[in-house]
């Protein structure tokens, strides 16, 4: 069954730092654009970082550019996330998925969801 499975996240205190992985499973992932998407309670799930499939060209919502960098490892069929000077307003469940919609941060078909992983950021 293809999906993403995504890890890395955890409790960190405001100004902290984490790395979230995500590895495609049962399918390939050179062939998409991928990205990172945030999920909060009562709301959907909004686009945080994508990265094209060839030159690995990167964009990020203005809430986290400079603080949050995207990098894809295709030999390894993944992408990760590294999370720098975090805020509280980072909380919330982080999910990989596919992103055809590069600058504008959308996900869109193939739908291999994963479980997400939990971002804390809390004092």
């Known amino acids: 069954q293809e999906q993403f499975v995504e890890s890395g996240g955890g409790l960190v205190q405001p100004g902290g730092s984490l790395r979230l992985s995500c590895a495609a499973s049962?399918?390939?992932?050179?062939?998409?654009?991928v990205g990172w998407f945030r999920q909060v309670p009562g709301k959907g799930r909004e686009g945080v970082s994508c990265?094209?499939?060839?030159?690995?060209?990167?964009y990020y919502s203005d809430s986290v550019k400079g603080r949050f960098t995207i990098s894809r490892d295709n030999a390894k069929n993944a992408v990760y996330l590294q999370m720098n000077s975090l805020k509280p307003e980072d909380s919330g469940v982080y999910f990989c998925?596919?992103?055809?919609?590069?600058?504008?941060?959308?996900?869109?078909?193939?739908?291999?969801w994963g479980q997400g992983t939990q971002v804390t950021v809390s004092s």
């Open positions: 998925g596919t992103c055809p919609g590069l600058a504008r941060l959308e996900y869109g078909p193939p739908f291999y």
């Open positions: 049962g399918f390939t992932l050179d062939y998409y654009g």
């Open positions: 990265i094209s499939r060839g030159t690995g060209g990167s």
